[in-house]
C-alpha cells in the first residue's frame, strides 16, 4: 500500500487527529465536495438535483462504529426521516439508501444490527425503495452477510457491496450473482493475508465482473477507473447485457463528466451521496484514495 495511503488510513481511526480537523475552520467547500450537506433538506436538494440530470443515488447518512444502542437508534430515526422525506417529493423511485451496519450497532451485537436494519428496510419498502448494506473492514464481512441473508428473506431487494479487494471476494461473488451486489474495490487498510494489493485488486475486480455479469442478479459496478469502465463496458456486450440490466456507481463528487457521459449513453448511473454532520472518516478515505486530494484538503485548512 502507498505509504501516503496508509498514514490516511490511519488518521482516519486517531482519535485525536479527528478532534483536530473537526474542529478545524474547515472551509464549507472542502466537505460539501464529497458530502452533500449536514440536513435531511441538503441530500434531498442534491438529490432532486441529480435526478434531473439523469442520474439515480443512493443516499448515506453519515456515522458509522456507534457505541451505544441510543446512537444506533437515531441513525435509524435518521434513515426513516430521509425515506419519508423521498417519498413525499415523489424521488423514492430513482433514490435508494445505503446502510453502514456499524451505525446500526453491529458491534454490539448482531441482533441490534439485524433489528435496525429490519426497521429501515420495511420503511424503504413502503416509500417504494430499497437498502443496500455498505462493506466495511473484513472483520465485519461475515457477520454482514449473516445481516444481509437473514434481511433478504423478507426484502429480497436489499443489496450488497463486495470488495475485490479481499481473497475471499470472488467466491461471496458466486454465491451473490442472483442478488442485486455493488462491487467496490475496497476502501480500508487491510492486511495481506486477506487483501490483495496494487494491480492484483483490478484483476480481482475484473473475475467479479465476469461472475456478476453471468449470473441472474443485478450487477451495480462502482469505480471510477477509467480503465474497469472499459472493461465492464466491454464485458456487457460480450455476454449480451443490455443497460438497464446492470449499472454504474460513482461518488458525489468524483468524475461528474464521466458520470454525465455514461447517462447520455443511456447507461444507468447511481450517484452515491453522503449526508450529516460525521463526515470525518468518509472524508479520509476519500482522501487516502487519491492523495492529490489532500493538497486541495490542506490549503483550504489553512486559507480559513
Ligand atoms: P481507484 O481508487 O484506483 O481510482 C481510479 C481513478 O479514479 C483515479 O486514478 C482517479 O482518476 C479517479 N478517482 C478515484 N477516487 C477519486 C477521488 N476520491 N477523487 C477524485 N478522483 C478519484 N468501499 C468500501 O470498502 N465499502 C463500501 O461499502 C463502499 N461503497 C462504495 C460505493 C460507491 C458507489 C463507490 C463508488 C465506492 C464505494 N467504496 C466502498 C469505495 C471503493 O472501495 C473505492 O475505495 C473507491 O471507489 C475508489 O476506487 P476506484 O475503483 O474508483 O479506483
Known amino acids: 500500500m502507498h505509504p501516503l495511503r496508509s498514514l490516511i488510513l490511519a488518521a482516519a481511526g486517531n482519535d485525536a487527529i479527528r478532534r483536530l480537523v473537526a474542529t478545524a475552520p474547515v472551509s464549507r467547500d472542502v466537505v ?7 440536513q435531511t433538506s441538503d441530500a434531498i436538494d442534491v438529490t432532486r438535483e441529480l435526478v434531473a440530470s439523469g442520474r439515480s443515488v443512493t443516499l448515506d447518512h453519515l456515522g458509522e462504529d456507534v457505541a451505544d444502542a441510543e446512537h444506533a437508534d437515531q441513525n435509524v430515526r435518521a434513515y426513516l ?7 413525499a417529493e415523489g424521488l423514492a423511485p430513482k433514490a435508494e439508501v ?58 429480497p431487494s436489499t443489496g450488497a457491496v463486495l470488495q475485490s479487494y479481499l481473497r475471499r471476494t470472488f467466491d461471496d461473488c458466486k454465491s451473490l450473482a442472483g ?42 459496478f462502482a469505480t471510477h477507473d477509467p480503465r474497469l469502465v472499459r472493461i465492464v463496458a466491454e464485458r456487457a456486450r460480450w455476454y449480451d447485457r443490455k443497460p438497464g440490466t446492470y449499472e454504474y456507481q460513482m461518488l458525489f463528487g468524483v468524475r461528474q463528466e464521466e458520470q454525465r457521459r455514461l447517462a447520455r449513453e443511456g447507461e444507468t448511473v447511481r450517484v452515491y451521496v453522503p449526508y450529516g454532520s460525521q463526515w470525518y472518516g468518509y472524508l479520509m478515505r476519500r482522501l487516502a484514495e487519491r492523495p492529490a486530494n489532500t493538497t486541495f484538503f490542506a490549503r483550504a485548512l489553512v486559507s480559513h
Open 32 to 38: 460539501r465536495r464529497f458530502v452533500a450537506g449536514e
Open 81 to 87: 426521516e430521509l425515506l419519508d422525506a423521498l417519498h
Open 98 to 155: 445505503s446502510v453502514k451496519l456499524s451505525a446500526l450497532g453491529q458491534k454490539l451485537g448482531e441482533r441490534l444490527a439485524l433489528a435496525n436494519a429490519s426497521r429501515v428496510c420495511a420503511a424503504a419498502e413502503q416509500c417504494g425503495t430499497t437498502v443496500t448494506l455498505d462493506m466495511e473492514d473484513h472483520t465485519t464481512t461475515d457477520s454482514t452477510l449473516r445481516v444481509l441473508a437473514e434481511l433478504r428473506r423478507s426484502w
Open 179 to 220: 442478488s442485486r451486489v455493488r462491487l467496490v474495490k475496497g476502501a480500508y487498510a487491510e492486511p495481506d493475508s486477506v487483501a490483495f494489493d496494487g494491480h492484483e485488486v483490478d484483476l480481482s475486480y475484473v473475475r467479479c465482473v465476469n461472475a456478476l455479469l453471468t449470473g441472474d442478479g443485478y450487477p451495480m
